[in-house]
């Protein structure tokens, strides 16, 4: 962990959780939903130890960007659709999934087939946003940019929907079927712990996080320019993006969960 932890990051909850991964023996892993690999990392550095990490994702894109940013570590990266995975049952030791449920479209279809492929007492991990709570202006200015990108990807035809509550997440977690869960909420994600602009990020009106924001409202815009829908969403963007110049930008807040089969 970096050496100066900021306060708001050392009372989220965050070392909660980073001291619960390094309580698990990973294993053979598989990450569903890879994208660039910050899950992979972020459990390279906590769990107490591991055998291998083996990363799926529908996205070729995102496969590319996980192989670069995890190119000097041994993970095996494979293009495959969670609905169906093609592996054999009892097959991993852990199964996890991070800040992707909110992507999928049959969100129960998947977690059942992790829990599929999982060996009978295998360990089960899940690291999603949430959308209510006890969350402050800057969060909630991160829900609205997130539901203003999901009105976006929809009309493009892209998987994406709204975070779920934490009853919802509850819910869908109680379906799998798994044993001795348990659950966490932290304000900040544990990655947070190993980065050392952790303390300049606790200031939501930092120049460069209501920059960035701005920026990748406009981004998000831009790519839907030609739509009817465009003008209605671009006063929609504009509007949020008076509001980060007052409130700032904070991540939403994350849920985790631990389960065995």
């Known amino acids: 962990m970096i050496a100066d932890i900021p306060d708001g990051l050392r009372g989220s909850g965050a070392i909660e959780v980073r001291e619960k991964l390094g309580t698990i023996s990973g294993g053979d892993i598989l990450d569903v939903g890879t994208e660039a690999g910050d899950f992979i990392k972020t459990l390279m550095r906590t ?79 899940i690291q999603e946003l949430y959308s209510d709570g006890e969350q402050n202006e800057a969060q909630r200015l991160d829900r609205d940019v997130h539901n203003l990108n999901v009105r976006i990807d929809t009309i493009l035809g892209i998987p994406h929907f709204e975070a779920l509550t934490r009853q919802e997440l509850k819910d869908a977690v109680n379906k799998i079927g798994l044993t001795a869960v348990e659950v966490y909420e932290s304000s900040w994600p544990v990655k947070c712990l190993f980065c050392e602009e952790a303390r300049d990020c606790e200031n939501p009106l930092r120049k460069e996080s209501v920059d960035f924001m701005r920026k990748e409202i406009d981004a998000d815009l831009a790519r839907i320019i030609d739509h009817p829908s465009y003008d209605e969403l671009r006063r929609e963007g504009e509007s949020i993006k008076e509001r980060v110049k007052v409130t700032g930008h904070s991540p939403a807040s994350v849920m985790y969960f631990f389960g065995k089969k």
């Open 47 to 125: 769990l107490k130890g591991y055998s291998s990490f083996l990363g799926i994702d529908i996205s070729a894109d995102d496969l590319q960007k996980a192989g670069e940013q995890l190119k000097d570590v041994p993970v095996e990266l494979m293009e495959m659709n969670a609905e169906s995975m093609s592996f054999p049952d009892n097959h991993f030791d852990t199964v996890c999934i991070s800040y992707s449920i909110h992507h999928l479209e049959h969100s129960d279809t998947v977690l059942a087939e992790m829990y599929r492929v999982l060996k009978p007492g295998g360990h089960f991990i």
